[in-house]
């Protein structure tokens, strides 16, 4: 299983990312050169407005496609909302690539945003950024992290070894030589920094690593008082009101009460998303529910969350899209699949032939071995 987890550091996720099938994130870093970016800043180029938001999955987003050796983003009906001018973008998250309406992309080596439309609102002038929350985004500027707000105005000077996104009022920030704390949105230090890793707030509590890799990890409010205490060997974040841990050497779930909802089993288990989680046991993928049982019998090597009904799934050696009843409902050609975001997903062309984004019936929006 490969995954990325989410707000890890870049040393941990590398390390994670040869356990998971199931889905996580990543931080962006990176860049060298002064911007030229081939785009006027807050104009869209044949950009025909955002789509409309749909309820299966939340709001479609601008998909990313390949184009060379460049990417460019397209709307549902396959058109250009960007020119093929972008170097990278945040690859490697099985989230919604937008927060907050913006996402962040590399051109000319530096990192700026762009919008759901497709416009360039915020210049590529930074060594590395991450997404919105809160209003803010992580910026790096000459080695240093510190955060700008939604015009790019820089709020939070730069003066931090790492900076994590902004979640329910907090985001992790790193000091080499003290560890993970917290900051509020003002810049204030609410939480000092203790921590050897710090995961984001969700529904009230944050994951922290209290000792090494192997943990103990605990999870603590927004106070900076532990509430959970469990000696985990990992853990994950919360939601939809359970969080995955790892405990005498398995995954299973805990409640915010810390009760063990579903007992440490399994080689890898990851946040539920619909009522539904995707876990790792005896080399194989499978769905469960919040009391632990199968969604159905089927085993895949290889599977993501569901979003608005469908899943990426494995079932052998390409991936398709499978529905809460285990029937595949597009069916595997791709070398992989991301979950939807709406009405569009980002799939990977089997052969190399490039990475592009299909629609609900399975339709390329545009392909790459055209170009």
Partial sequence: MTTFRVSMTSMLILSASILSACPGSSTTAGGAQEPSSGLATGEAVDAPGTPAAVEAGGETQPCPVQVGDRWAFVDVDGGMMTEPIIEEYDEYTFHPLFREGKTHVKIDGKWGFIDIEGALVIEPRFDGADHFGDGLAPVEIADKWGYVDATGAVVIQPRYDRARSFSEGRAAIYMEGSGYGYIDTKGKTVIACQYQDAGAFKEGLAPVNLGSYAGPWAYIDEDGEKVLDGGYEWANEFAEGLASVKMHGGYGYIDKAGNVVIPGQFYDAEEFSEGIACVRKDAVDYFILPSGERLFEQDFQQVGNFSGGLAPAKPGDLMGYVNT?????????????????????????????????????GKILYDPRTD
């Fill in 325 to 361: 009843e285990g029937t595949m409902v597009i069916q595997p050609r791709f070398d992989y699949a991301y979950p939807f975001v709406g009405e569009m997903a980002r799939v990977a062309l089997p052969d190399g032939a490039g990475d592009t984004c299909i629609d609900r019936s």
